[in-house]
């Protein structure tokens, strides 16, 4: 099993959003890092960055990072599907 390791801002959005959605969010990442290669996990490599994906989990998108030396998944952004990918 991978390591899940959690940046400070998607901690807070975590915090922010309902209870419901946050762990429906949480429970997608943790099936990730049991099998981060399985074929339906709704997770699509972002284009022009390594090791760099986006998992859609309904309107939200989680942009995440792997380290396979460490083998650990970075959770660098939780946003809605519209503003998950501006800087």
Do not use: C, F
């Not at 209870?19 to 943790?30: H, P």
């Not at 090791?51 to 939200?60: A, I, M, Q």
């Not at 792997?66 to 952004?77: A, E, F, P, S």
């Amino acid at each position: 099993m991978w390591k899940i390791e959690y940046k400070t801002p998607v901690i807070r959005v975590l915090a922010r959003m309902s209870r419901k959605v946050a762990k429906l969010i949480e429970g997608k990442i943790e099936q990730l890092a049991n099998n981060p290669y399985a074929p339906n996990n709704n997770v699509t490599a972002l284009k022009g960055m390594n090791n760099y994906y986006r998992l859609r989990v309904g309107d939200w998108r989680v942009v995440y990072r792997m380290d396979g030396q460490i083998l650990t998944i970075v959770v660098l952004k939780i946003a809605p599907r519209g503003g998950a990918y501006q800087p």
